[in-house]
Each structure stands twice: as structure tokens, then as C-alpha cells.
């Protein structure tokens, strides 16, 4: 499938998801990352006026659960986040912040993404994640 394409399929169900509410948007991937962005909206930030870590954990997941539908066939078997465990290393107030997650391991039944969250704008590293997902089959 296309990039082009698929970034639509993306953005096609995201329609009325967190992912949507947030801003979240595909930028770039291929078999092996996805790139989201993210804006850092009031809608993000705790009450002390900075990026909540919540949000990058969301993000993140976002990341390599989309990311790990790549090249499934969705109508048989879906990608469900089992785990994920982060560190916040950095904050943010304002700009806009990218998710790259990158394959770490896959297997026929899960998949680990490395994803780390960045800000823009200073090119500062604000979090990293590991995201395993599980593919689940669908019954029919």
C-alpha cells in the first residue's frame, strides 16, 4: 500500500478517537518506523503549563499501535497494546512534538516499538517508550 493511502486509512479511523481530539497526525513511515506529530495544545498540559507525560504516553502507544497494523490484515487480526513503560526526560510548553517509533522485535504474534518523543522546535528528546503489541484475532 501507498503512503499516501495509508496515511488516509490512518486518518479515516482515527475519525472521533483520542487520536483525533489530540491533533495526533501521521507524518512518514515505512515497514520498520512511523512518525506522528502532535501539537502541544491547553488540551495536553497539566496544570503547571507544561506537556503532561500522560500525553507523550499516549503518543507514544498511538505510534507503534498504528504502526503495527501496517501490512496486517485488519479484518482477521488486530494489534492490541499489552504493555508500554516510559521515561520523561525533558519538557515542553509550547510547539509541537513528534513520536518516532522504530521496531525493536517482531514475531507472528506481537510487536515491541522503541519510541522516543521529541520537541520540534528545540530538537529536544522529552520522553522514550517501549510499546509491545499483540496481534488478537478477530471472531467471526
Known amino acids: 500500500m501507498k503512503k499516501t493511502k ?3 486509512k490512518i486518518l479515516e479511523m482515527q475519525k472521533n478517537s483520542a487520536a483525533e481530539y489530540l491533533g495526533i497526525k501521521p507524518v512518514d513511515f515505512d515497514e520498520n518506523f512511523i512518525e506522528l506529530h ?3 495544545s491547553e488540551k495536553v498540559k497539566q496544570p503547571y503549563g507544561i506537556l503532561h507525560g500522560g500525553m507523550n504516553m499516549v503518543l507514544a502507544e498511538s505510534a507503534a499501535s498504528i504502526h503495527a497494523a501496517y501490512g496486517r490484515n485488519l479484518d482477521e487480526e488486530v494489534p492490541v497494546g499489552i504493555e508500554i513503560n516510559g521515561s520523561h526526560v525533558g519538557m515542553a ?3 509541537n512534538v513528534k513520536a518516532i517509533a522504530k521496531v ?3 514475531t507472528k504474534n506481537f510487536i515491541v516499538h522503541t519510541v522516543e518523543i521529541w520537541h ?3 530538537d529536544k528528546l522529552l520522553s522514550t517508550a517501549r510499546v509491545t503489541n499483540y496481534y488478537k484475532k478477530i471472531n467471526k
Open 104 to 106: 525493536a522485535n517482531r
Open 6 to 8: 495509508y496515511i488516509e
Open 38 to 40: 502532535m501539537p502541544i
Open 120 to 122: 520540534i522546535e528545540t
Open 93 to 95: 510548553s509550547d510547539g
